[in-house]
């Protein structure tokens, strides 16, 4: 029988060696405004949950013998290389050649090379999902059970990933239950009933987490999407359809710019729009806020649906202009006094590249999204261990994607780091497949409507 090559081990060299051009290359990783600002709570030991506080308590512990944004830009990129290493790794042992090459590949397309290398939440969960991939994936693509201990390592890679963001639970717990839960995977009434026990659990002990064991301080930070939400139903309804606020108001938040699909940052800028927000903190306080939301969407539906779908389109960047702001990763650093450095130039314009290709039609969250649920429809779980990790990666992708429906505030294409490479990885292990040339039509008819939009449209300012 020949051997297939390149071999697990050439696989897993060659992983390694990309790894460290990597961090070679783009030392000491970029810091954006969060990357900032959580590096202030290291420093200060004074933790708020408006960024993840389970990531700056790790950069913390880091923190104590390597200072500065490298060791979390390090470990990142440790884990984005190593779970692709080992995908590639088991796909070459089971004689997958191209596969495996092409999931090396994938780690090099710059749309994700060039945000991993950002010190953010986005690029933690994507290395910590890639991390329990291709541990989970070196057993399960061979038709192996688990070991315990790597079991219990897969958990702790998706717990963390859980707490970096308040919407990952729905990449990470249909992931979870693909991964750890065997057999359930080919059933789909305990699958769906494992899957909502997950969600539940998370919504239930997150804030305890973030709080309690973790000592952050709440910050507010939940009232983003009910303000965001409020302001975007008054821009379809009209000012008098949320009278929370005086109609007057609303209209200043209008004239100034304040209220716009796109993201919900310009309500929380303080020189222009904080108005708002601190005349919802003042007219209504804690739960008040959250009745007055779901009070406005009960009688205002169609404004509020209306609003969702406008900034999942942006988010999703359907039909949108070429020139989308927040596509592009940073090159330098936010400017700072805490000693956060930049890489060397050299980075600029590989950087670049990913911000055109991410602006293209193939940087389109939604053309991945529809590959993911072209995926669902392919895959045959009962078919084997590759069908079984395909749906699992793809339903993790496509849920991720359907939750901006409902929760997403903001259309930075980091946010969908990880449901294009769950997709693209699920799209690997299906190369070969047979599939009905019909499936492919969704595809083509997105894809074509993503290079219309942007030929006609007019550009967007960020």
């Not at 239950?177 to 080919?186: E, F, N």
């Not at 649920?373 to 339903?395: E, V």
């Not at 299906?430 to 997105?446: D, N, S, W």
Request: net charge positive; charged share 15%; with cysteine.
């Amino acid at each position: 029988m020949r051997r297939a090559f390149p071999s697990p081990a050439l696989t897993g060299i060659a992983a390694a060696l990309l790894c460290a051009a990597t961090l070679a290359f783009f030392r000491p990783g970029t810091a954006m405004y969060d990357s900032v600002v959580q590096y202030q709570q290291v420093v200060s030991g004074a933790y708020d949950d408006w960024h993840p506080p389970v990531m700056a308590r790790l950069w913390a512990l880091l923190h104590h013998g390597w200072s500065g944004q490298a060791p979390m830009f390090a470990l990142q990129i440790l884990l984005y290389w190593a779970g692709l290493g080992l995908f590639a790794a088991a796909l070459a042992r089971s004689g997958a050649r191209v596969a495996a090459m092409a999931t090396l590949a994938l780690g090099l397309w710059p749309p994700f090379l060039g945000w991993q290398v950002a010190v953010l939440k986005d690029g933690q969960m994507a290395g910590a999902l890639l991390a329990a991939t291709g541990i989970a994936a070196w057993w399960r693509l061979d038709g192996r059970r688990l070991p315990r201990w790597t079991g219990a390592v897969v958990a702790l890679l998706l717990i963390y990933a859980t707490l970096l963001r308040f919407n990952a639970m729905f990449a990470t717990v249909p992931l979870g239950v693909g991964l750890l839960g065997g057999v359930r995977w080919q059933r789909p009434l305990p699958r769906a009933a494992a899957i909502l026990a997950g969600l539940v659990l998370v919504v239930a002990l997150g804030p305890s987490i973030n709080h309690r064991l973790l000592g952050a301080s709440p910050s507010g930070v939940e009232r983003a999407l009910p303000i965001f939400d409020l302001a975007g139903i008054v821009r379809h309804a009209g000012p008098e359809a949320v009278p929370i606020l005086p109609a007057p108001v609303w209209r200043e938040a209008e004239r100034r710019g304040c209220i716009t699909p796109l993201m919900w940052d310009p309500l929380a800028d303080e020189d222009r729009c904080a108005f708002v927000a601190d005349g919802l903190d003042a007219a209504a306080p804690g739960h008040r806020l959250f009745t007055a939301w779901i009070d406005a969407v009960a009688h205002h539906p169609f404004a509020y649906a209306a609003h969702r779908l406008a900034h999942w389109n942006m988010t999703m960047r359907f039909w949108v202009p070429r020139q989308m702001p927040y596509a592009e990763p940073p090159s330098v650093s936010e400017p700072n006094t805490l000693g956060l450095g930049s890489p060397a130039r050299r980075i600029a314009p590989f950087e670049k590249l990913a911000g055109l290709l991410a602006r293209s039609p193939l940087g389109s969250p939604m053309l991945w999204f529809t590959a993911a649920l072209t995926i669902l429809a392919l895959a045959r779980p009962s078919a084997g261990p590759r069908h079984q990790f395909a749906s699992a990666l793809a339903l993790s992708a496509a849920a991720t994607e359907l939750a901006f429906l409902l929760v997403s505030i903001a259309s930075d294409i980091r946010y969908h780091l990880w449901a294009m490479l769950a997709t693209a990885l699920a799209a690997l292990l299906l190369a070969g497949t047979p599939a009905r040339r019909l499936a492919f039509a969704p595809l083509l008819l997105v894809g074509a409507i993503c290079i219309i939009a942007r030929l006609i449209l007019p550009g967007i300012d960020g």
